[in-house]
Structure formats: structure tokens, C-alpha cells
């Protein structure tokens, strides 16, 4: 076998050393997000049904994944519709529990932890309560309503941005919050948007996942039995 002495040392690093255009990065990024989406699906076949805490761990697995490799565009990244979900089918107490998850372990470790990761945690966790409280509203029949899942994740963005711009006041006069809001507004279009996109995409299968792990409520049982 003959050798190539014009490849060895730093030159072999080289070669993993390829320079990407913005777009084929995030295509890249989105690509990797898609396989780990599968890969956690496979996983989560071999859960018990009532896993619901590993579920929890699962989906912050993919927030958190979502948050760091979605980070090139503005303001899009798939935790808002994430934790909308949760709030539908886990309720408000779990749901705050993984935007908190989400929020501190993407900040930490890649993104940047400050005062705002508390007001993201606020911001993700209301958009959880939400879903708990309009359960009845998008989930008909034990499946999601998507026309009106769009409608709330796309009002979550507006929501969500609001909520952490909050943030500013502790450093800033309270005049200034409307134009910095008015300032954002650009970005907050980018989250709803974002949003619609990712409820056309990911909704159906995690809501069916998370359908199979969901406990239903004694109440619900019993009107279901009266019903039948």
C-alpha cells in the first residue's frame, strides 16, 4: 500500500474543515434535528404507557437539541409548540416543568444563562398552562384540533417574546419596554411563523406519542363509561 506523505499532521484535520454557507448549516442543523426526532421516537416504543416522566425527559431532550441547533434563525425553534403540547396532554404542572428543563440546560450549556432564562421559564410555562386550559378546546375526541393548535402556537410566539421582554426592565427605564417591543416585532413574527411551521410538521406524531403515555383523568373515564 502506498503511503501519502503529502496528507499527515494538521492536514488530515483539514479535511473535516469544510466551510458551510448559512443555509446548508441550517439544513444541516435540521437535518440532524430530524434524526434525533426519529431516534427518540424509536426510543419511546419501548416505554410502559405511563412513562410520563420519561416522556418529559425525552421531549427535553429534543427542546433542548431544537433550541442549540435551530440557533442560526431568528427566533425559531420548536420549544413553544413542545411545551403547548405537553400542556395538552400532561397539564400545566408538567409543562412548566419542562420549559424550565428546557430553558436552563440550552442556556447553560451553549446559549447563555442570565436573568432572562426566568422569564423564558415564565414565558414557556404560561404557554403550557394555555394548553392545559384549552384542552377541551383542541383535543377533540382524543385527537388534536390542528387548525386551532396553529391558532394558539401563533399567539404563543407573540406572547412568549412579550413575556421575556420583560427582562429589560431590570436594567432600563420602564418607558422604553413599547419600543423595544415595537422593535422586536420583525422577531416575533419569526416565532409565530416558526411555530406554524413546526405544528404542521412535528404536532401529529408527538401528540400521538404523547397520547400513548398519557394517563386520563378518573372524571374523564367515568364519562366516557356513561357515555358508552
Do not use: C
Request: aromatic share 8%; glycine share 8%; proline share 4%.
Amino acid at each position: 500500500m502506498t503511503s501519502h506523505p503529502e496528507i499527515r499532521g494538521s492536514d488530515v484535520s483539514d479535511l473535516h474543515n469544510i466551510a458551510l454557507t448559512s443555509g446548508q448549516a441550517i439544513l444541516l442543523n435540521a437535518s440532524i434535528l430530524g434524526l434525533i426526532l426519529l431516534a427518540l421516537h424509536r426510543a419511546e416504543r419501548r416505554l410502559d404507557n405511563d412513562s410520563q416522566w420519561m416522556m418529559l425527559g425525552i421531549l427535553a431532550i429534543f427542546g433542548v437539541s431544537g433550541r442549540i441547533l435551530l440557533e442560526p434563525l431568528p427566533n425559531i425553534q420548536p420549544v413553544t409548540v413542545i411545551v403547548l403540547l405537553s400542556g395538552i396532554y400532561y397539564g400545566a404542572p408538567r409543562a412548566f416543568a419542562l420549559a424550565g428543563i428546557i430553558a436552563m440546560a440550552s442556556n447553560v450549556l451553549v446559549l447563555g444563562h442570565g436573568p432572562w432564562t426566568l422569564f423564558q421559564v415564565i414565558g414557556w410555562g404560561s404557554v403550557g398552562l394555555a394548553g392545559a386550559l384549552l384542552v377541551d378546546w383542541l383535543l377533540i375526541d382524543g385527537k388534536l384540533n390542528l387548525n386551532r393548535v396553529a391558532v394558539v402556537a401563533i399567539a404563543a410566539g407573540f406572547v412568549f417574546d412579550w413575556i421575556v421582554s420583560l427582562s429589560v426592565l431590570l436594567k432600563t427605564d420602564p418607558s422604553m419596554l413599547v419600543p423595544f417591543l415595537l422593535n422586536g416585532l420583525v422577531f416575533d413574527l419569526y416565532h409565530a411563523a416558526g411555530n406554524l411551521a413546526f405544528v404542521a410538521w412535528m404536532a401529529v406524531p408527538i401528540g400521538e406519542i404523547l397520547a400513548r403515555h398519557r394517563v386520563v383523568p378518573a372524571a374523564e373515564v367515568v364519562s366516557e363509561v356513561v357515555a358508552n
